[in-house]
């Protein structure tokens, strides 16, 4: 399923949206075989290199890598498309790309509120 995520101003998601009809990268990158258990997935795009632990260059991917916590500023660097591909990569592996989200979101600085002070 593909998702979709929406940003606010400041860069942080405001939703993630599931499209349940269209594919999502890796569905719609994946080889099929003459069974399920000969499908061949796609390869990591190598931008994502560098935000997994268990992947060997090259090889089609598989459930058992691990996507690491990324930082705010690796986020707001990526583009739009890498940033979903990334969020696919999370749910392919069976975690909740909320979740991921939230984990480096809490990181975020906290601008006070001026307005209550007195």
């Not at 990158?29 to 935000?51: A, M, R, W």
């Not at 990526?78 to 069976?94: H, I, Q, S, W, Y």
Request: proline letters at 7%.
């Amino acid at each position: 399923m593909k998702l979709n995520v929406k940003l606010n101003d400041t860069y942080k998601v405001q939703d993630i949206e599931r499209d349940k009809v269209t594919p999502d990268w890796v569905e719609s990158e994946t080889v099929k075989g003459t069974t399920p258990d000969k499908d061949v997935l796609p390869i990591l795009p190598n931008y994502l290199l560098s935000l997994v632990n268990g992947y060997t260059q090259g090889e089609p991917i598989s459930k058992d890598i691990v996507v690491i916590p990324i930082s705010g500023q690796q986020w707001q660097a990526m583009m739009a498309d890498e940033r979903n591909k990334l969020l696919e990569l999370v749910e392919f592996t069976g975690k909740d790309a909320g979740d991921y989200v939230r984990s480096f979101e809490v990181q975020y600085p906290r601008t006070p509120d001026f307005r209550k002070r007195k």
